[in-house]
């Protein structure tokens, strides 16, 4: 099957620091690719839609200018967590969308702890 | 109110077991997807289905559209079954609404 990656998968940073998340999409092209957010037992939440060539659409209430995304290229997409703050501190899971099969493919997460 | 609820929300079964988790959507959806997700974090897209019924191995997703529901059957249940289970519900834009999710513990 369609196989996400996400790099890295665990990190820990200090307050104030950038943080950058790798989605790569493996053996497809992924036009479109999600950005998601999930703090402890809740439910994972979307934070912006990442379109390959074109600005990220970000959800109601998720800060453009924080979470910046950049999707260069058709299996590629960065999540930036600009100056971190220990309540950005979350488990971040990305997903493509196989524009062939219109099925989306998660990544295994990235978990920040911002201290 | 969840545009997505899931019950229950915890469950507990022996080995062996007949197991039912259960999806109801208040909005209008394009697919309604099935995820698992481990305790360490990764999920497994298990089912994205729109209609009627799909199996995969022991596991059985059921839709039923006009009454906005839809439940997901796990057969002859095993210790290793034993994780998150995540009911979505995509739009027709493909952005996804997660429940809250129905943590299974499946016991030797």
């Known amino acids: 099957g369609a196989v996400v990656s996400q790099h890295p998968s665990w990190v820990i940073c200090k307050s104030g620091t950038s943080v950058k998340i790798e989605c790569r999409s493996l053996d497809f092209q992924a036009t479109t690719m999600f950005w998601y957010r999930q703090f402890p037992k809740q439910s994972l939440m979307l934070m912006a839609t990442s379109n390959e060539g074109s600005k990220a659409t970000y959800e109601q209430g998720v800060e453009k200018d924080k979470f910046l995304i950049n999707h260069a290229s058709l299996t590629l997409s960065t999540l930036t967590v600009t100056s971190a703050h220990p309540e950005d501190s979350s488990f971040y899971i990305c997903?493509?969308?196989?524009?062939?099969?219109?099925?989306?493919?998660f990544g295994p997460g990235t978990r920040l702890l911002v201290l | 109110k969840n545009e997505v609820e899931q019950s229950p929300q915890n469950l507990t079964a022996q080995e062996g077991e007949f197991i039912t988790i259960n999806c109801s959507y208040s909005v209008g959806i394009s697919a309604l997807h099935w995820l698992q997700q481990h305790p360490g974090g990764g999920i497994v897209s298990l089912f994205m289905l729109s209609s009627g019924k799909k199996k995969h191995g022991r596991l059985i997703a059921t839709i039923n559209i006009q009454e906005k529901h839809s439940s997901l059957h796990i057969t002859a249940s095993h210790p290793r079954d034993s994780a998150v289970y995540i009911c979505?519900?995509?739009?027709?834009?493909?952005?996804?609404?997660f429940g809250k999710g129905t943590l299974l513990t499946v016991n030797p």
């Open positions: 997903s493509a969308l196989s524009s062939g099969k219109q099925t989306q493919y």
């Open positions: 979505a519900v995509g739009s027709s834009n493909y952005k996804l609404t």
